[in-house]
């Protein structure tokens, strides 16, 4: 019966502790969602998966060593997986990409292989672009990287960005040729090793 009556407290305490850590992280891990991905809807959907993820692998004789940086991994992930599900919008035809230089302003359209190329290899060269992108916009300067993100990611338009933060619109323009410039120099070397093979 004390066997019994332990088991079920191990038990208990297994599942408040779940229930912990799901409390604690989500509101964390849902700013993180919701910084990548601008349809609300989408968000809760990509934690709630993550969350479902997460609540399987606890219950695993194995523990998740540093929940929070598996948490975060699992949402990127996730966020990928849901990005390469939908079409990709080239960046030529989003408003605000005009100027001397156009050709610049499309260097994610030009930087990742199309979802059209079929094969694990375009996949692994989808993800590893992706995750050097991530690590360029943290290089930037946070001006810069935000105008980027609102307007490519977030599909902000600049008239919006300039009304929100008071600042003309051709700053709003340089900031973001700028960021382009950057990421097409940071990440040219990483495209071309691929467009190679």
């Known amino acids: 019966m004390k066997a019994a009556l332990s088991i079920e407290t191990m038990a208990a305490t297994r599942e408040r502790r779940l229930a912990e850590a799901v409390a604690e992280e989500r509101g964390r891990l849902l700013r993180f969602i919701r910084r990548r991905v601008a349809d609300a809807g989408d968000a809760e959907d990509i934690l709630q998966d993550v969350l479902a993820e997460f609540v399987e692998a606890y219950r695993l004789p194995v523990p998740i060593e540093r929940l929070g940086a598996w948490l975060f991994r699992v949402a ?19 408003p605000g990409i005009a100027g001397d230089d156009a050709d610049a302003e499309t260097v994610l359209d030009d930087l990742l292989p199309a979802t059209e190329r079929a094969g694990p290899e375009a996949q692994y060269a989808r993800r ?23 307007h490519e990611l977030d599909g902000r338009s600049f008239k919006d960005m300039a009304a929100e933060s008071g600042l003309s619109i051709n700053t709003l323009l340089a900031r973001k040729r700028y960021a382009v410039l950057h990421l097409r120099e940071r990440l040219q070397g990483l495209y071309d090793e691929f467009d190679a093979r």
Request: aromatic share 4%.
């Open 76 to 94: 990127r992930n996730r966020i990928i997986d849901r990005f390469r599900k939908q079409r990709p919008q080239p960046l030529s035809s989003l």
């Open 128 to 150: 590893v672009l992706v995750e050097a992108l991530e690590a360029a916009l943290e290089e930037l300067p946070p001006a810069q990287r935000d105008v980027f993100i609102a």
